[in-house]
Every structure is written in structure tokens, then in C-alpha cells.
């Protein structure tokens, strides 16, 4: 069947208020251009994120009445401790409210000023964890995963070449940590290949840096590898994300991705004496060892959803989602991130606007058309997101793409939802030389995307 089904029924309803054209672009100005200003009864189909957006199945919600509230050894934490064991194989499993909460304990341990900790891209938290340590965060992502057009099947990979080179440069003794973000958020939610995987950790184990993955989308990433990589198809996704674990040290994971919760995350490693350090910073910081700042409810949604993500018929329907998402929007004409990765649709910003350039804010621009036409809201990941002053040049520095993100929340939307974003964003396509440009009108120093204020030019 072409047909994309969703392998489950709907139990609860949420509502949707249907604004007008008029109300929403009241809405835009009022926020100052700043779709994350905007109160989310007002949107009518939110992609901003896919992070602790999921819906949570009947099994999760039981999980919720029975979770155990014990403060030490709840029934819950061990039910969370098993799951979390089984899956990944790591002898210390830390509980966090969330993955820059794991990030945080990890980097204050093990970062610091003269460290230089690689990536193929670090995400935005981690990299702003790893630099307020005092290290230096530094992206290794391959050459194709900077090239929109590129069909390569792993364009998250990390570049073992550039790898070899940075260590070479800094000197092994400076890198506490290399880590690999699966799937590669920050590079356009692209998959890392399980060749990857095991050539970067090798290169690691040589060196004696220890190796660890940004795990969110583990199961996702999983996925694309037993579809896209020679040789993975008979194996189960289960098995194939038991390896990607097997050759880490350790692993930070925002549960609130494939964890399929609204909150909660994890900090995994096998090393007992930075185990020890993680737990002491962990009870300052978070929560006894048992819960780290989560409720016992929270713990059994979570043991749950780290089941159900391995579920290869729901895997198959949400990349397929994704991925029928993204072959419409390029049979309407709309340059994207090819080919689609696991949680988002990235749009060429700079390609759909081409008559703005990076300092006009293209992404904004089609941020801000999507509210107002379809009262879509999306999130621009480009020179608003990532652009800036160089502190010692004072030159303006810009990101390689000019991106607007569609990330999709796990089982919120169903198939004619996907085609009424198919429709707005064509529309939008259609009127593009319309589009006016932008200007920041005031932003803070660091993270400016979600507070900036903006003007139409
Ligand atoms: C790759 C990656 N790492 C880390 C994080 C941070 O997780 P959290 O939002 O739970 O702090 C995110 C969140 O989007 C992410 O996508």
C-alpha cells in the first residue's frame, strides 16, 4: 500500500483553533517577528520542534498512574534503569530532566579552558555547555553534509580525515571527549553511518579519547542505517542501535526526542570514577541518584517510550512521513536538505528567497510568510540562529545554509496535516519574490534566535 497509515488510533483529541490571515498577521507584528513570541493556541500546526512534543501512548499514561513518587530506589527508577540497560549495554545510567542538564554535569567534569572537544556538529546546547566550561566546541561534520543538494545517504558523518588532523593539532592530551550527534541536528537531522560510527570510535580508542554519542534520535538514526546502509537490512533496530552504544564511552540524551516524553533525559558512561564525579554533581544539582530531578511518573513514561521507539512499524511510518513530506515540497519546485533525515524537513532558505541576502534574514522571512499564510509555525535555522559578530575581527560571521526547519512531532500530526504544510508551503513558493527581508532590532548576546525583535524591511 503507498498509502501512509499511522500504526495507531487516536484516544484523546486537542483541539486546534483555526485563526484568520488577518488575526495571525496581527499576531506576527505584536511579536515582533519572532515566532517564538507567539502563544501556541495561536498556531495552528506547530513545527517549531520535535523536542518533548511527542504524544504519549495509553501505555505511557498508565505508566504515569503507576509511577512510584519513593525519593531513594523507586520501583519506577528500576523498571527505568532495566530498560535503559538493556538498551544500550552502559553500566552507569544517570537520570536528568533533560539532555543539556546530562551535557552540563559531563562538560563541568571533563571541559575547561585549554579543551578542544570535536563533533561532526555540535548542537546549540552543547556547544553553549561545552564553551561556558571554557573549552572549545569544534564541528568536523564531512564536506557533504554542508551541500543542500547532495544525496549522499550519511551526510551526518564526522570526517575521520579532519579528525586525524584536529588531533594531530591540538595534541590527544587536550581532547577529553570526541563526541557524534545521531542524527545531526544541527546538520539538517542527517543520519551517521554505522561505518562511521565505528571508524570514528576506533580513531578515539587509538588515541585514548574517550567517545561519546549526542544520542537523542538514536532510534531514528538506527532506522536510516538499517535502510540506507549495506549489508544492515536483515539485522533489527534494536541490534543495530545496541552497537552504536557498544563502541561509546558514554552518551547524553534528551529524552524528549526518541525517549518519546515531554521531559526527561539521560547522561550514560562506563568509566566508574567519572561515574562517581557524575553522581556526586548529579545529587547537588539535579536529584538523588534514583530520580535526578524527575518525578517517578516521569521515569516509567520514559522506561516506555525507550520500548516503543524500537517499534519497527511505527519507525517505518515516521520516516516515510518525513520523507513523503520533503518528495512533495521538491515536486513543488522547493529546494530542501536532501535527501530528507529522520525528525525535519529543512528548507533552502537562500534558494526560496533568492532575492535576499543572508543579512536580510531569507529564513525569517519564510519563517514569518508560513505563520501568516497557514499559521505554520517553523523555525529558522541560519544567520539569525547562528550568525554573529566575531569578537576579535568584529566581522559579521554566517553559517554555511540559510535553513528553515519543519521538525515533526512524534505520532501529533496525521497525513492530512503533512499535506495541508505540502499546500502552505507551495502557496508561499508560488508569491516568494513577495517576500521582504528583515532587520534585528534588538537580540541578546548568546541564543538570540528565540528573543530577538524584528522589523520588516
Ligand atoms: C542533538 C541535540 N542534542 C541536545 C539537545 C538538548 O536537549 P534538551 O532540549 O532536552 O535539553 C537537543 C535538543 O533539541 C538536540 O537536538
Known amino acids: 500500500m503507498?498509502?501512509?497509515?499511522?500504526?495507531?488510533?487516536?484516544?484523546?483529541?486537542?483541539?486546534i483553533k483555526l485563526t484568520t490571515r488577518a488575526e495571525r498577521e496581527s499576531m506576527?507584528?505584536?511579536a515582533h517577528f519572532n515566532v517564538f513570541q507567539i502563544p501556541a493556541e495561536d498556531v495552528i500546526i506547530d513545527l517549531l520542534t520535535d523536542s518533548g512534543t511527542s504524544a504519549m501512548s495509553a501505555e505511557q499514561w498508565a505508566g504515569i498512574i503507576r509511577g512510584d513518587e519513593s525519593y531513594a530506589g523507586a520501583r519506577s527508577w528500576y523498571r527505568f534503569e532495566k530498560?535503559?540497560?538493556?538498551l544500550t549495554g552502559m553500566p552507569h545510567i544517570l537520570p536528568t530532566h533533560q539532555g543539556r542538564a546530562s551535557e552540563r554535569i559531563l562538560f563541568e567534569l571533563i571541559g575547561g579552558p585549554g579543551k578542544s572537544i570535536p563533533s561532526n556538529n555540535h548542537f546549540d546546547t552543547t556547544r553553549g555547555n561545552i564553551e561556558h566550561s571554557g573549552a572549545n566546541a569544534v564541528d568536523l561534520v564531512i564536506d557533504e553534509g554542508t551541500k543542500p543538494r547532495s544525496r549522499h545517504p550519511f551526510k551526518?558523518?564526522?570526517?575521520?580525515?579532519k579528525l586525524e588532523r584536529f588531533i594531530e593539532d591540538v595534541g590527544a592530551e587536550h581532547v577529553p571527549v570526541c563526541m557524534l550527534t545521531v542524527t545531526n541536528n544541527s546538520g539538517g537531522g542527517q543520519p551517521v553511518s554505522l561505518a562511521n560510527i565505528r571508524e570514528v570510535s576506533a580513531i578515539c580508542h587509538r588515541h585514548g579519547i574517550p567517545?561519546?554519542?549526542?544520542a537523542c534520535r538514536f532510534a531514528e538514526n538506527a532506522f536510516l542505517i538499517k535502510s540506507r546502509e549495506p549489508g544492515q537490512q536483515n539485522r533489527s533496530v534494536r541490534e543495530i542501535a545496541r552497537e552504536m552504544f557498544d563502541l561509546a564511552d558514554g552518551a547524553t540524551i534528551s529524552a524528549k526526542k526518541d525517549g518519546l516524553v515531554n521531559i526527561g533525559g539521560v547522561l550514560l558512561m562506563r568509566d566508574d570514577s567519572l561515574a562517581k564525579r557524575a553522581d556526586n554533581l548529579l545529587i547537588l544539582t539535579?536529584?538523588?541518584?534514583?530520580?535526578?530531578g524527575l518525578a517517578g511518573r516521569d521515569l516509567e513514561a520514559m522506561a516506555q517510550g525507550f520500548t516503543e521507539v524500537l517499534d519497527e512499524d511505527y519507525l517505518t511510518y515516521r520516516l516515510r512521513s518525513v520523507e513523503y513530506l520533503g518528495e512533495r515540497l521538491l515536486a513543488a519546485g522547493v529546494q530542501i536538505v536532501e535527501p530528507p533525515g529522520g525528525h525535519a524537513i529543512y528548507i533552502d532558505a537562500a534558494a526560496f528567497c533568492p532575492h535576499l541576502p543572508p543579512e536580510q534574514f531569507p529564513g525569517q522571512a519564510l519563517v514569518c510568510a508560513l505563520y501568516a499564510r497557514a499559521g505554520i509555525r517553523s523555525v529558522e535555522i541560519g544567520s539569525v540562529m547562528f550568525g554573529g559578530v566575531d569578537p576579535d575581527t568584529g566581522e559579521s560571521t554566517r553559517p554555511p545554509m540559510e535553513l528553515v526547519r519543519l521538525a515533526i512531532p512524534r505520532r501529533v500530526y496525521t497525513q492530512s496535516h503533512i499535506d495541508?504544510?505540502?499546500?502552505?508551503?507551495?502557496?508561499?513558493?508560488?508569491?516568494?519574490?513577495e517576500l521582504r527581508g528583515f532587520r534585528i532590532l534588538e537580540a541578546p548576546p548568546v541564543l538570540r534566535h528565540f528573543t530577538a525583535k524584528f522589523e520588516e524591511l
Open 83 to 86: 530498560v535503559l540497560r538493556d
Open 211 to 214: 567517545f561519546f554519542l549526542d
Open 156 to 161: 551526518g558523518n564526522l570526517d575521520s580525515v
Open 420 to 433: 495541508y504544510v505540502v499546500e502552505a508551503v507551495s502557496e508561499v513558493f508560488v508569491h516568494r519574490h
Open 286 to 292: 539535579e536529584g538523588f541518584v534514583t530520580y535526578g
Open 2 to 15: 503507498k498509502t501512509i497509515i499511522e500504526p495507531f488510533k487516536i484516544k484523546m483529541v486537542e483541539p
Open 28 to 30: 506576527l507584528r505584536r
